[in-house]
């Protein structure tokens, strides 16, 4: 037959759509065409695929080639088609057959001499690979990363006579089992480290037995940065699925993914002059920004007022729904954002107010302007508000002999209080709507009456309102009481700081 097909995968956003490659010999003066919407690198990669073709002692056709990329209507760019484009020249033209072409799919980047370069975004093809009942061909570069998928067959390939050869039955490859894989990753960063700042501890286990947004006040170099490093640590061990979709972000973005971080939960670090592009992801061909590359990890966002506002108007959104939709003239892509934001900040523009040392002259006007850098409506989805002070030098040297608890202590009870929220709502406290709030953080008349007093003192939203029955859940469940108890919720109350002070500051 002068007609071959072959079966490969394209990329779009965290997607991996099918894509059939159609190769067809006629008569006609020798060439070689590339249709169905390629962009430079696939259009380019007809004198790879050549090159790779002769060099591996192959016949290349002289004919009439064409080769079509189905879907017609779906971009592709890259030179992950390199591999299907001369599996299927190869097939149509008899030099290996076809009959069990249809069980495999193929994915990789040819060098001019015949071998195999790895591509991005291999982790989606694989996960869409499996899904299909199809075994996969990629690069022994990429062979660790598609591996991580349960239940598909990888083979990984140094060469293209490699992937013949097993075609035509001459040498069989093995199914690729990834090694080296840490089902727990150690974080080097204890919480022991931090001395002092209990309240910001306790805070720190709070957010995260309940995957709740923070925020830290404090003066400069009282550990905001150093708590927020080990948040990470403490945090629940990650899901099977949780780390597939960490990493197939990880696969499809400009940094590629790291074999060393499977099962890590991921700390993103973006710098205040970040674009909102950066933070949300974008471009003429959409990539996930530094949202999506936290899902299921942790964004820390220092010294928040120095963010352009506009900039940190765009995480409202994603905070609510924990995914970002980007839309282009040309092409849409939805990327997820279930991140846990983190963000730390300066009391006033020197940084110094409430400091003992009394450095700060800021007015309350500077002050005001300053904390107005940050929208209302931002704050108002972050769930907790922590002053983190200053710490003396008499009391840091008496935290030195104290006996503090480490980040694997601290996990442990954190798993214990996610275990049962997942058990009794099948997610985690901050992820709750509000008719399971009603059922879940049902509240006695008592402590009604003082949440409603709370309420009209500090002028609090209806936001608010269930953001502080959602922390009150998540203290009992640490505690590991069936019902939110007074104490729960007046804690809970305590972490709206932003709240309590811009009342105290205008009354």
Sequence with gaps: ????????????????????????????????????LPETAVKESKDRVRGAILTSRFEFPARRITVNLAPADLPKEGGRFDLPIAIGILAASGQIPQEELSQYEFIGELALSGELRGVKGVLPAAIK???????????????????????????????????????????????????????QA??????????????????????????????????????????????PGIMPSMTEQEALESAAIASISDQGFSF???RKRSFRNPHHTASGVALVGGGS???????????????????????????????????????????????????PAQFQLVAAMNPCPCGYHGHANGRCHCTHDQIQRYRNKISGPLLDRIDMHIEVPHVPRQLLQQADNESVLDSKTVRERVEQARSIQLLRSKKCNAQL??????????????????????????????????????????????????NIQTPHLAEAINYRKLDRQSTAINS
């Excluded at 099918?18 to 249709?35: D, K």
């Excluded at 925020?215 to 009282?222: D, E, N, V, Y």
């Excluded at 966002?301 to 939709?325: Q, W």
Aim: aromatic share 4%.
């Design 260 to 262: 060393m971080q499977w």
């Design 433 to 482: 709507v509000n008719r399971e709030l009603e059922k879940v953080c049902s509240l006695s008349a008592k402590d009604s009456e003082l949440l409603d007093r709370a309420i009209d003192r500090f002028g609090l939203s209806s936001r608010a309102y269930h953001r502080i029955l959602k922390v009150a859940r998540t203290i009992a469940d640490l505690e590991q009481s069936d």
């Design 285 to 335: 061909n959409p990539r996930p920004g530094e949202i999506s590359l936290a899902h299921h990890g942790v964004l820390f966002l220092d010294e928040l007022p120095e963010f352009d506002r506009k900039v940190l108007e765009v995480l409202r959104e994603p905070l609510e729904s924990g995914r970002i939709t980007i839309s282009r003239a040309a092409r849409q892509a939805e990327f």
């Design 129 to 183: 690979a499996r899904d299909a009942k199809r075994a996969l061909f990629v690069a022994t570069d990429n062979a660790n990363e598609a591996g991580l998928v349960n239940g598909v067959k990888v083979y990984g390939a140094e060469h293209l006579l490699d992937v013949c050869a097993h075609i035509n039955k001459q040498q069989l490859l093995d199914f690729y089992k990834p090694q080296n894989i840490y089902h």
């Design 186 to 231: 150690v974080n080097e960063l204890d919480l022991a480290d931090v001395k002092g700042q209990h309240h910001a501890r306790r805070a720190l286990e709070i957010a995260a037995a309940g995957s709740h947004s923070l925020l830290m006040i404090g003066p400069p170099g009282t550990g905001k940065t150093m708590l927020a490093s080990r948040l």
């Design 1 to 36: 037959m002068s007609l071959a097909v072959v079966y490969s995968r394209a990329q779009t956003g965290i997607d991996a759509p099918l894509v059939t490659v159609e190769v067809h010999l006629s008569n006609g003066l020798p060439s070689l065409s590339i249709v169905g």
